[in-house]
């Protein structure tokens, strides 16, 4: 048996990076009976076929540290989330319910404002920078054209296996082409006239990058249900709050409309970003839909 990665799932076959190069392999019937499926990103153990050594068989998964369901992937323990200062505007909201995914899965996220040759003067990139710097997230600015940032981002992406997430249009898949020399993913435009580009990114695939460290290219990633998360744990998740919530009057405080609350006390003196909390309020009305939705 040796050991490897799944790097991509096509016609039901398993493609497995190993020392032996990529094999194309099949599962067990046993993972069927024990309700184990492989995901990309699952560290196995394979045997080869002994009739052929391209081929083999997964015998063995070896213990998740995380799993993500959209996409379906195994062992990603760092997003980078990508959005375009310009062309298209970031949607904030969406932003930080990818922060919030993050937190939610165990998952060191990594903020890349791209395209920031479009931020002639440094404002948009600065405001952005004020909100997340001081909740405590990464951030990166980025240019492929002016080669900006390219080297800092590659540096993250050593030794770790990172999933790049973001809306359609703001370069993902143009970064990776520039990190990772050869890879030629299809890239698309934005439309001038709904400001949001075509999805590029097909299916889900592990690939290496110079240096060490695995990224994926994923068509998912933004979607997000929380009917499996109460609304009064959204709290939790929200870093901002941590140092404040403590001295609320309520220890079941969900920094609603109750009174003596030290966090809507700390937004009022501006310590705690506006647009952060319309997001958490946001994502607190959405976690008791979701969940009255699905008890229907």
């Not at 310009?86 to 998952?107: A, Q, R, Y």
């Not at 404002?123 to 952005?128: A, G, I």
């Not at 990190?179 to 993913?185: E, N, R, V, W, Y």
């Not at 979607?223 to 609304?231: N, V």
Request: net charge negative; aromatic share 8%; glycine share 8%.
């Amino acid at each position: 048996m040796i050991e490897g990665i799944i790097n991509k799932l096509l016609g039901g076959f398993y493609y497995v990076m190993t020392d032996k190069g990529v094999l194309e392999c099949r599962a067990r019937g046993l993972f069927r009976k024990q309700d184990i499926k492989p995901l990309v990103g699952d560290r196995v153990g394979v045997q080869i076929d002994s009739l052929d050594e391209t081929k083999g068989y997964i015998i063995e998964v070896r213990e998740r540290d995380t799993r993500l369901d959209r996409p379906a992937v195994a062992n990603v323990n760092q997003s980078v989330i990508v959005f375009s200062i310009k062309n298209p505007k970031p949607n904030i909201h969406l932003l930080d319910k990818m922060l919030f995914l993050c937190e939610v899965s165990g998952i060191d996220p990594l903020i890349v404002f791209n395209k920031c040759d479009l931020d002639e003067d440094g404002t948009l990139f600065d405001e952005l920078t004020d909100i997340y710097k001081s909740t405590g997230y990464r951030v990166i600015e980025t240019s492929t054209k002016q080669n900006i940032g390219i080297d800092q981002l590659r540096k993250a992406l050593e030794d770790r296996i990172t999933v790049f997430a973001g809306p359609s249009g703001v370069g993902k898949s143009t970064l990776l082409n520039v990190i990772i020399p050869g890879l030629k993913l299809n890239t698309g435009e934005v439309s001038k006239k709904i400001q949001r580009g075509k999805h590029t990114t097909r299916h889900t695939e592990l690939i290496l990058v110079p240096g060490g460290g695995f990224v994926l290219d994923t068509p998912g990633f933004t979607s997000l249900d929380l009917a499996e998360i109460e609304p009064e744990d959204i709290k939790a998740y929200m870093p901002e709050f941590v140092k404040y919530q403590e001295d609320c009057r309520f220890q079941n405080c969900n920094h609603m409309n109750e009174p003596s609350c030290a966090v809507i006390d700390a937004l009022n003196r501006e310590e705690i970003h506006f647009s952060r909390y319309n997001s958490y309020k946001l994502l607190f009305n959405q976690a008791g839909e979701d969940k009255r939705r699905k008890s229907w």
